[in-house]
């Protein structure tokens, strides 16, 4: 089983349609026909969305997502329309709203990868490819990879894996027009992140990013972008190829769902238990620490 432990009631708010809740965002449609996606502070692991949230993690993901944007705004168009919080709306949704341009969104998890580690560790020590693509011998868990790759995944609902696949695959589904256009982005967008990250002292080992069409066809940048829900990022100081290394993510809340002191059997039937506090506040903190360290801007 897997999923929400306890999934949210949408809340209600004049002039919005609630279209969909999500791991961690809840969509609306807005009476001008434009999308509002709030930020929760949920958080999701091991395919569940668990039953304790992280306090300010959905305005650090809405904040930095903006940040990104600005810095990527001479690569790619983007969704955004505004940050301005409908009427009516909770006062809670104050710094977690982007309203956005109706997209045709892309059915592709777009994922750029610089280091071998997750997914692509599994399938590179099974074949020595990774969504198909050769690699040379020897790379580790956290080797940098030779050139940066575009190994897109289909998108999963709630509770299920993403599933890698090939470009061969991308372009059967979305034209090979589209899909080059996808790889192209991606990489591009990547190697900005990676190398505005690596100033900072940050290594970008992997990332994934949402794709659409807006009405007149133009491709844009949606969803979150370069955050630490949506991306790997480790301290360059502490990078030891060989090893899983350190993030700026939810590694606190991994690590204790699969101690002892948790109790939980992630390959059990049941659900995952509430967080304790000591572990909330480490990854909230981390959470702050990459927004900090990302834009050199101090959290408030």
Known sequence: MSGFVEKPQPVAVPGLEHLHTGKVRDL???????????????????????????????????RLSLWWFEQLADLVPNHLVSTEVPAGAPADWAGRVMVCRALT???????????????????????????????????????ELPAPLFTPATKADVGEHDENVSYEEVAHRVGAETAAQLRQLTLAVYGRGRDTARERGIILADTKFEFGHTAEGELVLADEVLTPDSSRFWPADRWEPGRAQPSYDKQFVRDWLTSDASGWDRRGEQPPPPLPPEVVERTRAKYVEAYELLTGLPWT
């Open 28 to 62: 609306y449609r807005d009476a001008d026909g434009h999308l509002v996606m709030v930020a929760s502070d949920r958080l999701s692991a091991y395919d569940w969305v668990l039953p304790t949230e992280i306090p300010d993690k959905g305005r650090v993901l809405t």
């Open 105 to 143: 969104m892309v059915p592709v998890e777009c994922v750029a990868r610089g280091y071998l580690t997750g997914s692509g560790l599994v399938e590179y020590t099974a074949s020595r490819t990774v969504c198909g693509l050769a690699l040379p011998e020897g790379l580790v868990d956290g080797s």
